[in-house]
């Protein structure tokens, strides 16, 4: 697999954005071991369920914070205090702005630089999600809000995670699929395409695509619409208007330089009036069938070589303009306005041109 420097994405191997890093209920309250952005990180519940991220390695010796069960802080259950957390090896604590604030054999000092890298994290939709940024500065931008999560009393019904694991794939390759018009026949099903575009607009990119569908329509002639986006460089998310009204997230966190997890997830406003009275078969069978449609994309990823350069003909989507938009999160982000203004706008791949309609 290739590597950022390889597509010659920018200055930082890794970009600037909120990620997805695991399953609220599946990291549950740890210390858990994760691996993303090429680092070794460990998360953390405080006593009030307050998630942490921080870094997995102790700056007093090295111990790894998470990977530990002999220890007797361990042992005795007594390694996170508070919002605190504390190392199994000699029981240097530190707090949650990663600064050691106890050494239990050193009660009148504590060095300046006995400091862990700590990182924002934020849980919402029953996902934890990190902020990553190359330049170590605050969030630029918010985290999406995922609105249906909250409206069971309206028939959503709430998604599950399907996790596709690690893929030996740059995930430059995953964002490719919002200019792929190409593929949505042979990989996805869809027929009688009526419509695709992409809007470019600053940290967000869009596609629009109308067709009917071999598997995620039930009458023959059901028109599937999508409104794909992105906000970021990870997060996907798809209003998809076919059989059912459902919202879709695509999640994607880079392990190392060239490789990626990927999840999915999908939820569904069913008839009934409530999430509780709704069929939840039929829309957990929804759910499956959103997983198998990208898995059909996973199955092409997972097998892959490199697409350093895509040989791009005139009826493609916008290949070139969808690499340059997710290089802006590859350069310091007083380079990312001038970016999205080489792109800004709307590139039409098939069909008729539509108006773009903005919020007022
Ligand atoms: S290595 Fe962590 S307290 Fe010594
Ligand atoms: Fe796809």
Not at 72 to 97: A, L, M
Not at 198 to 227: I, M, W
Request: proline letters at 7%; aromatic letters at 12%; glycine letters at 10%.
């Amino acid at each position: 697999m290739a590597s950022t420097a390889e597509y010659r994405l920018g200055e930082f191997d890794y970009p600037r954005g909120w990620f997805m890093i695991g399953d609220a209920d599946e990291l549950g309250s740890g210390p858990a071991t994760l691996h993303f952005f090429g680092k070794d990180l460990v998360f953390y519940r405080g006593m009030s369920g307050t998630p942490h991220l921080v870094q997995a390695y102790c700056p007093h010796m090295g111990a790894h914070l998470g990977r530990n069960s002999t220890s007797y802080i361990v042992r005795d259950g007594s390694q996170v205090e508070g919002e605190s957390i504390r190392c199994p090896f000699h029981g240097w604590r530190f707090g949650p702005n990663g600064q050691c604030n106890d050494i239990p054999y050193s009660p009148n000092f504590i060095p300046k630089a006995a400091c862990l890298t700590t990182y924002p994290v934020v849980e919402r939709a029953g996902i934890v999600w990190m902020w990553h940024d190359p330049e170590g500065l605050k969030p630029d931008q918010d985290l999406p809000t995922f609105a249906a999560w909250e409206k069971e009393n309206e028939g959503w019904v709430r998604w599950l995670i399907d996790d596709y694991g690690t893929l030996p794939v740059h995930p430059i390759e995953i964002v490719d699929n919002m200019a792929d018009f190409g593929h949505m026949g042979p990989i996805h099903g869809s027929i009688d395409n009526q419509y695709f575009d992409n809007l470019f607009e600053g940290h967000k990119l869009v596609q629009r695509f109308d067709a009917g569908h071999r598997t995620l329509t039930v009458e023959a002639n059901d028109t599937l619409s999508l409104d794909t986006w992105y906000e970021g460089p990870a997060i996907l998310q798809v209003d998809m208007r076919g059989t059912f009204p459902s919202h879709m997230l695509i999640a994607h966190t880079p392990i190392d330089n060239g490789t990626v997890r990927v999840w999915h997830a999908l939820m569904v406003k069913m008839p009934d009036a409530t999430a509780a009275q709704a069929d939840l078969q039929t829309a957990r069978g929804y759910q499956r069938a959103s997983r198998d449609a990208l898995g059909q994309d996973v199955e092409i990823w997972a097998n892959k070589a490199s697409c350093v350069n895509p040989m791009q003909i005139p009826a493609d989507g916008p290949y070139g303009k969808v690499r340059l938009w997710y290089s802006q999160f590859y350069n310091p982000r007083d380079k990312a306005a001038a970016i999205q203004k080489r792109v800004e706008g709307q590139v039409v791949t098939f069909g008729k041109q539509r108006v773009v309609e903005r919020a007022a």
